[in-house]
C-alpha cells in the first residue's frame, strides 16, 4: 500500500521556470474555454520534474492559483494519486508494486530486498542518500509480475536475488538494463510458445 506523507520541510514558494511555464500553458490550451482547471494532473507532474521528483505545498498553491481553482481542489488530486511524490525523493527512486498480481507474484520479496539494500523503512534515503524506495499500486505491467520502477524505467519479471542485484548497481551509480530480467521481449510468451494449447489442462 502507498504511504503519503507530505514533508515537514518545505520551500516557502515556487514558481515555473521559463521552459515549463511555456509547457504549462501549452497545455492549458488544449482544454476548452472554461474548463483549464482539467490540466491540473499534468501541471502537477510539470511541478515535480521541476522540483527534483516532488511537490512542495507551495507548488499547489502556485497551480490553484495559474488555473484559477481552490487550493484545497489541487491538494486532493496531488495526494490521491501515487504518481506525485508529496517528500522528497532518492535520485534513484524505487518504487515496488505491491497489488495482487504482482503480491501473489513474490513483490514481498523485492520490498524485503528495498529493506536490505536501501533502508528499513518506505520514503528513507539510502545511507549514501542517493537512493529511496516505496510501495505503490499497480504500475500496469501486471503480465510481468513481480516488479518494479526505478525512475522512469520498468523492471519485470523479478525475483529477490535479481532485485538485490539491480539495487546493489543503483547504489554504486550504474545504470541497469530495464526490462524483463527473464529475457522475455516484452511481454512475450516463454519458449516460444504460441497458444495455450500447447499445454495440458491450459
Ligand atoms: S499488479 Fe503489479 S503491475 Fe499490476
Sequence with gaps: MSLKKISKEQPSDFEFNKINMELANKMVKN???GKQQSAVMSLLYLAQRQNNNWIPLAAMKYIAKFLGMPYIKVYEVATFYSMY???PVGEYFVQVCTTTPCMIRGANKLVEACKEKIS????ELSTNKSCSWMEVECLGACVNAPMMQINDDYFEDLDKEKTLKILDKILSGETPKPGSYRGRINNEPENNR???MDFKNA
Design 194 to 196: 504460441k497458444t495455450l
Design 31 to 33: 482544454y476548452p474555454e
Design 85 to 87: 511524490n508529496l517528500s
Design 120 to 123: 528499513e523503512n518506505e520514503n
